[in-house]
């Protein structure tokens, strides 16, 4: 290809590449002119219109700003439709996403369909995701499903899932499992989603084993991290002089010492 032809096909490469930038940008205005539209309505209609937005593909940016809304009005209502939409033949991508939706609502109808679907699909993306929206809905059957689906469950990114549920569930009855996971655990991303989950459970049964992951030498320092994270997340005051310690010590890691003072900062020290 000599030069002429080069140029040649940069510019026609331009021209398309500036064609599809302004239909794009002509579909964001349309689709943040639908949602000014609507504006903070939460009645039935609204919500109804906001579902046929999920619905659409013409306009894929109407989507997130679609579901963004309905997170935001939430309620019953909404949970209501949303359950009634995954009953129906739908995509997996998109089951996602109402899952997503339920998650960030949280109400405890949703539980029971949640459920549901973490015990009988294949799909390791809608049933990871069915575990962390069991841990924002809660329910009567909620922590039996997680603590069963820890144990049982073999594909590391659901198992994951399932940590970071357990401890938006905040039931304490789990800190036994999290603790072993925290310290023994093959896999380090997996050790620490468990720290993390200790921090957020918060409860007094999860203060030593944090302390003593912070204080373990020969733990990841990612973990040891997370450690000290959580320990800003309880907001115990004992936690104070640990952190201090692990900030003075010359030997210990950036990271480490890093987090270590900013969750003193959240203690107010």
């Not at 093959?186 to 050790?191: M, Y």
């Not at 115990?236 to 010359?250: C, F, G, K, N, S």
Request: with cysteine; hydrophobic share 45%; net charge negative.
């Amino acid at each position: 290809m000599d030069d002429a032809m080069r140029r040649n096909l940069l510019e026609q490469l331009k021209v398309v590449a500036q064609e599809q930038l302004s239909e794009r940008e002509e579909m964001r205005q349309q689709a943040i002119e639908k949602m000014q539209a609507l504006g903070a309505k939460t009645d039935e209609m609204t919500i109804n219109t906001l579902i046929e937005y999920l619905l659409q593909d013409e306009n894929d940016l109407l989507l997130p700003l679609a579901a963004s809304r309905l997170s935001e009005i939430g309620g019953q209502q909404v949970v209501s439709h949303l359950l009634n939409l995954l009953e129906t033949d739908i995509g997996d991508v998109f089951r996602v996403l109402l899952l997503q939706i339920l998650a960030d609502i949280g109400h405890t109808d949703a539980s029971d369909a949640v459920i549901r679907i973490l015990n009988s699909t294949h799909h390791p993306e809608v049933r990871a995701r069915a575990a962390f929206a069991l841990g924002k809905t809660g329910g009567d059957k909620a922590f039996d499903t997680l603590i069963t689906a820890l144990h049982a469950e073999t594909n590391l990114k659901i198992r994951q899932q399932v940590i970071v549920a357990l401890g938006w569930l905040g039931d304490e009855r789990c800190v036994p499992d999290l603790v072993q996971i925290m310290e023994t655990d093959s896999d380090k991303e997996t050790q620490t989603f468990a720290t993390e989950s200790l921090g957020r459970i918060g409860t007094e049964q999860c203060f030593e084993p944090l302390v003593y992951t912070l204080q373990n030498t020969d733990a990841l320092p990612i973990v040891r991290y997370y450690a000290a994270h959580a320990l800003g997340a309880l907001g115990d005051e004992r936690a104070i002089d640990i952190l201090q310690a692990v900030i003075d010590d010359p030997e210990a890691h950036a990271w480490v010492a890093q987090m270590a003072s900013e969750s003193l900062e959240k203690l107010g020290a």
